[in-house]
């Protein structure tokens, strides 16, 4: 990702902007710390990585402004995953500018950086960050109108997002490099395109089930293609029965890769489910199978190295105390006409 140095004098020119009376306006800031092992199966120990990590999480309010803020810093990277200023045009609807998530199935939505807010250690492949090798975009800079409508009990929530989306850098090690905020200049970038729909029978619940669909064409570096169109559409849903929590989501994919004279395209699916088990107060059980098809020479795929298609996953999470989680997660990973296991461990934190 890149570095974006002046991130605290934004934040505090943004604040001091918008919020000069501190009494008059509201706001919390939360720290989501963590301190994650991985190792990999066949590799020695000297081999496993152990990394900690630091979500800033910020957010504030005076009338209709609203101002939200997510600096990420770990021992190799400083970015701000989130900087967007919003208007409450209504208490259901606001329209954000600035960074914000791509509102692609439910995970990228639900969940951000602070990996204490989500059961697992890992993400789905399909939610996985643009550093870490993932497909889609996660972070784009534009316009996004989140709006719900209720009837009864029942919600009806819209997100419509158009904004600058990512440059694939090519190479050994492919990935997606989203514009800076600082240095929006920096490489080429295209229009993304997202819309995202959500029925929740019971607007207190978040008990729901939606569709989005998401258009991109992306610029390609370091390889003998110049554009890449993502088309993505699919279908999410997380549903809690009894003291089972299932969350699932299907992205459907059609890809072009172009250099003007010659086009490859293909098309190809990848999903995943995850069950949490929570009767057993500060245990929570899960496992996620993950699986793709039609991912077997596709151009796209391809160029992406760093994608594993299919995947099985268990884990355990223990909530020692009311703020602070331990995890445990082993996965078996299917990539390359390769199997190979991982395991992670984790110690993740909200604070205050």
């Known amino acids: 990702m890149q570095r974006s140095r002046p991130i605290q004098t934004l934040l505090a020119l943004l604040a001091g902007m918008l919020f000069p009376l501190p009494a008059l306006a509201e706001g919390e800031l939360l720290l989501f710390p963590e301190l994650l092992f991985e190792h990999e199966q066949d590799n020695s120990l000297d081999d496993a990585e152990l990394t900690p990590s630091l979500d800033f999480f910020g957010t504030a309010r005076r009338g209709r402004l ?30 954000w500018a600035g960074r914000v998530h791509n509102p692609l199935g439910y995970w990228i939505s639900q969940y951000h950086h602070g990996n204490y807010l989500q ?21 784009i800079i534009g316009v996004l109108l989140d709006t719900t409508y209720t009837s009864g009990n029942h919600a009806f929530d819209y997100s419509l997002l158009a904004g600058t989306g990512p440059e694939l850098r090519a190479g050994n090690n492919a990935e997606l490099h989203f514009a800076g905020l600082s240095n929006v200049g920096d ?18 619940s978040d008990n729901q089930f939606g569709l989005f669909a998401s258009y991109v064409k ?9 554009t890449l169109k993502l088309t993505i559409a699919g279908v999410f849903s ?84 009311p703020r602070q989680a331990l995890k445990l997660e082993y996965s078996r990973n299917h990539a390359h006409s390769k199997t190979f296991g991982q395991t992670f461990l984790s110690w993740s934190a909200a604070f205050p």
């Open 218 to 226: 992306i610029p390609v570096t370091k390889a003998i293609y110049d």
């Open 119 to 139: 059961a697992s250690i890992s993400r789905p492949e399909v939610a996985r960050f643009e550093d870490d090798g993932g497909l889609f975009p996660n972070h």
């Open 187 to 204: 490489g080429k970038h295209k229009l993304n395109i997202t819309g995202r729909f959500a029925y929740r029978p019971d607007s207190a």
């Open 238 to 321: 997380s549903w809690q029965l009894a003291d089972l929590t299932f969350t699932g989501a299907l992205y459907l994919v059609k890809d072009e890769l172009s250099d003007g004279a010659v086009k490859d395209d293909g098309d190809f699916a990848s999903g995943y489910v995850q069950a949490d088990y929570l009767a057993l107060e500060v245990w929570t059980p899960y496992a996620r199978l993950e699986h793709s098809y039609g991912d077997n020479n596709d151009p796209y795929i391809e160029l992406m190295t760093d994608f594993v298609p299919k995947r099985q996953v268990l884990g355990m999470r223990w909530d020692f105390t």
């Open 66 to 95: 609203r101002l939200l803020g997510e600096v990420f810093v770990s021992d190799d990277e400083f970015d701000v995953e989130r900087l967007k200023l919003g208007y409450a045009f209504s208490p259901g609807t606001v329209v």
